[in-house]
Structures are given as structure tokens and as C-alpha cells.
């Protein structure tokens, strides 16, 4: 299941990763994302959802993944766990470190700026349904 396609990441406005690394991106991307947002994609149709905020605000967020995942040399799922980050430019963020944590959040490995691109959409509600 793709959330992005290499088209849609042009149209955002993003243009560092090829259309033939794109795939393998956007899958560790999708993976990554989907721990974050408690797999709420993963349960509901991105196609479907009739809040779009949420599917914008996510697109965004997943192309900037993609993004920090090129920047930090990850090229497949395995490699996020050799990843280190001693410097990193995301749009017109640069976060200079030794350490992945300065540009990640906690330990996820979802990019900061990914991340707040999640923050107001609800997707990043950690409660538990009552009903």
C-alpha cells in the first residue's frame, strides 16, 4: 500500500529523491509513520478520508520523511538500523549532531519536521477509546 506517489512528492514541492529510489523510501517512510500515527492508514483509507487536512497534512509529513531518510542514507528498512545522522538538511531545517536523536523524535526515527507536520491532525492522539 503506497500512501505517496513520486508524482504527488513533486507537486508538494519536494525534489531530492529520484523516481527509482522513490519506492524503497516511501515504503520505510510508510513504516515509520505508521508507528507514529498508530497505524491509523493502516485501518482507514488515506484515499477515503474525508478530512483534507489530515490526508494533506500527512502527505506532507510522509514526503518529508522521504526527504530526511535520502538525507541520512537510508536506502532500505534494514538500513534504519545503521542510521546515524552527523548532519541533516530537511527543507530549510540543518540540524549538525553525532547523534539521530538531535533530529528525530525520541527514538522513532521520524524526522522532527515530519513530525510536526503530524501535530495538529489528531493522528498523534496516544488515548484510548472508552466507547
Known sequence: MSYLTHEEYLELGFNKVSVTE??????CAARQLNRVTGDFYMKHSLAE????????????AMATQIEYLKSV????LSDLLNASTPSVSVGRMRIES?????ATVGRTMVATEAYNEL??????YKGVDYR
Open 22 to 27: 522513490f519506492d524503497d523510501l516511501e515504503k
Open 49 to 60: 478520508d474525508k478530512v483534507q487536512y489530515r490526508v494533506d497534512k500527512f502527505k506532507i
Open 73 to 76: 542514507g537510508v536506502t532500505s
Open 98 to 102: 553525532g547523534s539521530a536523536n538531535a
Open 119 to 124: 501535530v495538529y491532525t489528531g493522528l498523534l
